[in-house]
Every structure is written in structure tokens, then in C-alpha cells.
């Protein structure tokens, strides 16, 4: 079967794929544009960046290709407002917002042409995003995510989710496109997804672990070595989420630890407010940047079945094409220069 394409405001991506925004800096330029040229939606993840961060990354990804571009704000940061000026004035593909929701950054996306894309859990939530002016897109992320979770039940499969919270939406008159996310990571996982309704997937973990992901070697290895993920109800945003099991807890690094600085990345911070918990971001960005003694591995609830690193077009070809058929031939990527 051929899968659907997507279209994404003015733009068409090829294959309805979507990277979903991982931050901190996992998916920046080289990650997002290797999806893109592939023929997916690329997704630049902007929690926890600086705005003058975030414009390189948008022009760096710019420069190798003209596929579907995004970038992924957390309503819950304290810059979003300021990182959606610079995807406005940047005049990206589309912007998708999780973590949180308020109708004035769509209205924006909305004057200003850009389709914006709600990040839902529940039945409640889809069917406000339904109703508000600028959402073009939703993705309905299940328990199974990487990263932070929004479910009640931070177990629930995308399976179980997405049917009712689609009915929902197409009740509530809600014709853009619903992305199925959290739990999926081969061929049989679209085609079910796209069986029950979806127009179209968003992967996260499985475009973190490959070549062209901004992780470092040792978060990469974190990836491959876990047999499976844990949710943790600890995080300072006050959200559930995702992580390896097991992870270093009680090494996580806290304020008033040597080199831990706060950059005031949370509107709300219950670790800054209270001292409850650990510094959200330099647990995540130890990770990223090679600590994972001291770091926080957000993942998906299928990590333990990625056993590879692969290439970005690696990995859509075990999207597009079943395990071992026999019968289909591998379908053409476009490469791009990678920088
Ligand atoms: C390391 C990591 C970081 C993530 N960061 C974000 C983020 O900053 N914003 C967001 O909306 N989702 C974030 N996510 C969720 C992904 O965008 C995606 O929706 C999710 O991982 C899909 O589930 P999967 O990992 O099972 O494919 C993150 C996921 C991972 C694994």
C-alpha cells in the first residue's frame, strides 16, 4: 500500500510521517531536514533554546531542504511566546504546541498563514483544540509517548486513545488532518494507525535513535541498551513522563548542585518554586550532551524493541515497506548533504 501524503498548509509532504519535536536539541536542523527530504514532516524542537538558537536552527535546516519544515514549542516554557515570533518572522511549515494549551498562540499562527498543531491526550482537550481558530492539525499522543505524557492513564495505548478522541473531533466538526503519536515504530504500526482512522503518524523515538539525531553517543548507546522505559511522576513541570528504566534518580542534578545553573526555562517550575524534585533541563541536556550518569533518557514504551541505529532513511524504509517483503522493493529517498 502507498501511504497517504500530508498536506501541511501550502506545502505536501510526500509520506504522512511526522518527527515529533524533541528537545532539548535532539531534533534540531540536521534531524528535521533528514526527515523532511525524505518525504516526511521534519520537527525542530524548541523547548529550552534561545530564540537567537532557534533562527539558526530554523536557516541551518532551511539550507538542506525544501521539504516540510516545523518546529515544536511546550506551552509550558516561559519563552514560547518569543520562539513563536521567530517561527513567525521565520515563516516555518507549520508549528506544533504541546504541554499545555491557549488559543492565543494559533490565533497568531493563524493571522499570520501558518498551520498550527495541537498535541492532545484526552477527549476534552481535542475537543477545545476542535474549536479553536489557527488549529489546522491535531495529534493525539498516547501514554506510550517519549517524553512528557499527557493521558490520565500514562499506560493507555494508542490504540485504545485515538478512536473515541477521532470521533470526537469529527463530531465537533474538526476536518484538518489527526496524527496518531506515542507507541508506534514500524510499517504495521502505519497501516494499523491509518486503518483506524488516522491521516497520518508522528514518531519520536525511533527518529531519536539514528545517525542524524542531535543526541550524544552516550544517550544514543542509553537508547539502545534499555530494555524498557518507566513513567516517573516527578518532573518539575508537574506532568508525568516517559524515561529509561532503570535511570539515576537520585543523581539527577538539582539547584545549588556545582555547575548547575537555572536558565528560567519553566513558566511553572516546581523544582525553582519548591525545591521539589531536579532542574528539568540540565537533566535533559546531561543527556544530551553525553551525561547520562546525571541525565534524563526520555523515551518511548517500545524502546526495547530499537535495537539499531539507523539512518533517517533507513528508518522510512521500515516505515514504508513490510519486514522482509518479498515483493516490494525499497522506494527511492532523496539524499541531502549532511552538516
Ligand atoms: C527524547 C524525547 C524528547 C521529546 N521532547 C518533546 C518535546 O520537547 N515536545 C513535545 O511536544 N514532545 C516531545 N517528545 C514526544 C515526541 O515528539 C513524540 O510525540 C513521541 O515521542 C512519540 O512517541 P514515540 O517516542 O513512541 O514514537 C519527546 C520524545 C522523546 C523521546
Not at 481558530?133 to 494508542?158: F, K, M
Request: neutral net charge; aromatic residues 6%.
Amino acid at each position: 500500500m502507498t501511504l497517504p501524503k500530508l498536506p501541511v498548509g501550502s506545502k505536501l509532504a510526500k509520506y504522512c510521517i511526522i518527527q515529533g519535536g524533541m528537545s532539548i536539541r535532539i531534533s534540531f536542523h540536521r534531524l528535521a531536514a533528514a526527515v523532511a527530504a525524505a518525504g516526511g514532516v521534519g520537527t525542530i524542537g524548541a523547548m529550552g533554546i534561545s530564540p537567537a538558537e532557534l533562527v539558526r536552527e530554523i536557516r541551518q535546516a532551511r539550507l538542506l531542504t525544501e521539504g516540510v519544515v516545523g518546529v515544536n514549542l511546550m506551552y509550558a516554557g516561559i519563552l514560547c511566546d518569543r520562539l513563536l515570533e521567530v517561527c513567525i518572522a521565520e515563516r516555518v511549515d507549520y508549528v506544533a504546541i504541546g504541554a499545555g494549551f491557549a488559543r492565543g498562540p494559533f490565533k497568531a499562527l493563524a493571522d499570520a498563514g501558518i498551520p498550527g498543531f495541537a498535541i492532545v491526550s484526552s477527549e476534552k482537550a481535542a475537543r477545545i483544540a476542535a474549536r479553536t481558530s489557527g488549529v489546522t492539525g491535531i495529534v493525539v499522543e498516547s501514554g506510550q509517548a517519549g517524553g512528557h505524557l499527557g493521558p490520565a492513564d500514562t499506560e493507555v495505548s494508542i490504540w485504545d486513545l485515538f478512536p473515541p478522541i477521532l470521533t470526537a473531533l469529527r463530531e465537533a466538526g474538526f476536518a484538518g488532518p489527526v496524527i496518531a503519536a506515542g507507541g508506534l515504530l514500524d510499517h504495521e504500526d502505519v497501516l494499523r494507525a491509518l486503518e483506524m482512522g488516522a491521516d497520518g503518524v508522528q514518531l519520536g523515538t525511533r527518529f531519536a535513535v539514528t545517525e542524524e539525531s542531535h543526541a550524544s553517543d552516550e544517550m544514543k548507546s542509553a537508547w539502545l541498551q534499555a530494555h524498557r522505559s518507566q513513567t516517573v511522576d516527578w518532573s518539575p513541570t508537574g506532568m508525568p513522563g516517559r524515561v529509561v528504566d532503570p535511570h539515576p534518580i537520585h543523581k539527577l542534578p538539582r539547584l545549588g548542585d556545582p555547575g548547575v545553573n537555572c536558565i528560567n526555562c519553566l513558566k511553572h517550575c516546581r523544582h525553582r518554586e519548591s525545591g521539589a524534585s531536579h532542574c528539568i533541563w540540565n537533566s535533559l541536556n546531561n543527556a544530551q550532551k553525553g551525561n547520562v550518569g546525571r541525565g534524563l533518557v526520555f523515551c518511548g514504551g517500545r524502546i526495547g524493541e530499537i535495537h539499531d541505529l539507523l539512518t533517517v532513511d533507513e528508518v522510512f524504509h521500515k516505515l514504508l515497506v513490510r519486514d522482509n517483503s518479498p515483493t516490494q522493493k525499497p522506494f527511492p529517498v532523496p539524499k541531502i548533504k549532511v552538516i
